[in-house]
């Protein structure tokens, strides 16, 4: 069965630093992957998402993720974090073709930008 | 106007009452989902439709049920509501032809059961 981990439920970073968040997957066929942002007190957004095309992938307000088959790896990263980037992020597995449907999501990571 | 909604957006209830939370869609995707988030759990998959005549459980479906009216609506029901029910709860709709299965998400009802 597919699964999906994160590592680090919490990842602070100051403004204007390298934000990465980490997130491992598990699947016994090729994956899509995807990378969802939920503001406080909001639903969730889609970020950017991993259909099997181009392994890096470009997602909206700067972030980007790269898919890594040989380390089953799907990592957010951002160049510059900006306060408005603070917010959790969960990172999700659809199984390609998969009769179920459904995403498999990881437990989330709550990302805090410092001054 | 937001293409997922959901009412309420905030209830609180006391335990052993039904409620239902509503969702309806404007996206015309067939699949529809809901799934309830708790702080460190992430979210995870109570029920799910394909259309109309498809319901399916999910993850945690024990003490819910469902009822897809129409196929821009789908109800969560709890008929004898719990404390650890309290919960965040999020409907998502896909479409059939996107194989890749990207959800959307309403904004959510938080519902508390004193």
């Known amino acids: 069965a597919q699964s999906v981990t994160q590592l680090g439920s919490h990842v602070s970073v100051s403004e204007g630093a390298l934000v990465l968040l980490r997130c491992n997957y598990s699947?016994?066929?090729?994956?899509?992957l995807f990378w969802y942002v939920q503001y406080p007190n909001q639903g969730l957004q889609l970020l950017l998402k991993?259909?099997?095309?181009?392994?890096l992938v470009k997602g909206i307000n700067g972030f980007e993720a790269e898919f890594k088959k040989s380390e089953t790896s799907f990592h957010l990263t951002k160049p510059s974090a900006h306060m408005s980037d603070a917010a959790e992020y969960f990172c999700?597995?659809?199984?390609?073709?998969?009769?179920?449907?459904?995403?498999?999501f990881g437990k989330g990571t709550k990302l805090s930008v410092k001054p | 106007d937001a293409d997922v909604t959901q009412t309420p957006r905030n209830r609180i209830t006391k335990t052993g009452k039904r409620i239902m939370l509503e969702c309806s869609q404007t996206?015309?995707?067939?699949?529809m989902y809901w799934y309830r988030q708790d702080p460190g759990l992430g979210l995870r998959l109570i029920y799910y439709?394909?259309?109309?005549?498809?319901?399916n459980k999910g993850e945690i479906s024990d003490g819910y049920s469902v009822s897809r009216q129409a196929q821009a609506k789908f109800s969560l029901s709890l008929e004898s509501a719990i404390p650890n029910q309290t919960a965040l709860y999020f409907c998502?709709?896909?479409?059939?032809?996107?194989?890749?299965?990207?959800?959307?998400f309403g904004p959510g009802t938080r519902l508390t059961v004193l």
């Open positions: 699947s016994s066929v090729p994956p899509y």
């Open positions: 996206k015309g995707h067939d699949r």
């Open positions: 991993y259909t099997s095309a181009a392994t």
């Open positions: 998502a709709t896909s479409d059939f032809s996107d194989r890749g299965n990207e959800q959307f």
């Open positions: 999700a597995v659809s199984e390609h073709g998969g009769s179920q449907g459904n995403l498999i």
């Open positions: 439709s394909f259309d109309v005549k498809d319901i």
